[in-house]
């Protein structure tokens, strides 16, 4: 197994079934030139997203780490009428971009982006009883992820999915020593599912365009 046959794998499929709109393209290339890393989602993942959004029937959805707003362009692509995506930004340069690039769809009226700290904003939405997201996708710095765990859960109703990007990453999870923020961050967010009642869970481990990686799916009862 290599990393072009996986890549010829996404591509095949790609050009067959999921025939992305050619603004997720544009998306792309405006994240390229503006100098973004290219981290986002593949589109292979954007379509499942897309479809565990009408699958689930989500209205609400909330998502942690915009970058340049190509997940949030899938999510939001999922949407029925009246569903609205909330989407947590640090940095105020990606959010303006993002902005930009979900302009180009039709859904922008359901996407509204925040800029600032996302535990910050997480915090302030718990406190104002703000109503709880059907969905939460949970992509920020990764040692973070037990605190957005914790409020995810709190922003949850019974029947929420979370799904954080990124667990697998290298496979790293496997060594002996688990040293970077990253991967301790990584590490105790899965012990938390693990001791939360509360919380079913699974681990996706994903090959193709992006690597190795792999998704964590939460669902909140
Ligand atoms: C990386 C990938 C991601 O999807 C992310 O959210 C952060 C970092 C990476 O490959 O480094
Ligand atoms: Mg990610």
């Not at 992820?145 to 929420?160: C, F, I, N, Q, R």
């Not at 979370?162 to 990584?186: F, L």
Request: net charge negative.
């Amino acid at each position: 197994m290599s990393k072009d046959l996986w890549n010829a794998i996404d591509e095949k499929y790609l050009d067959l079934i999921v025939k992305p709109d050619p603004r997720f393209e544009q998306i792309q290339q405006n994240c390229v030139e503006a100098g973004l890393p290219t981290i986002s989602i593949s589109n292979i993942h954007g379509r499942l997203f897309e479809l565990l959004v009408k699958v689930m029937g989500a209205k609400y959805i909330l998502e942690i780490g915009t970058l340049g707003g190509f997940s949030t362009a899938w999510f939001a692509t999922g949407l029925p009428f009246g569903g609205k995506l909330i989407s947590l930004e640090l940095d105020p340069e990606r959010a303006t971009l993002a902005r930009q690039n979900l302009n180009l769809f039709e859904f922008k009226a359901k996407v509204e982006i925040w800029v600032g700290d996302a535990i910050h904003n997480m915090t302030e939405m718990a406190k104002i009883d703000q109503p709880p997201f059907d969905l939460i996708f949970i992509d920020g710095k990764k040692s973070q992820y037990p605190d957005y765990l914790e409020l995810a859960v709190k922003l949850s109703h019974t029947g929420t999915l979370i799904i954080a990007d990124n667990v697998v990453k290298h496979g790293w999870v496997m060594n002996d020593e688990i040293t970077t923020e990253s991967q301790i961050g990584i590490t105790k967010f899965h012990e938390m599912v693990a001791a939360d009642p509360k919380l079913e869970a699974t681990v996706f481990q994903t090959v193709g365009e992006k690597g190795h990686d792999g998704f964590s799916f939460i669902l909140v009862s």
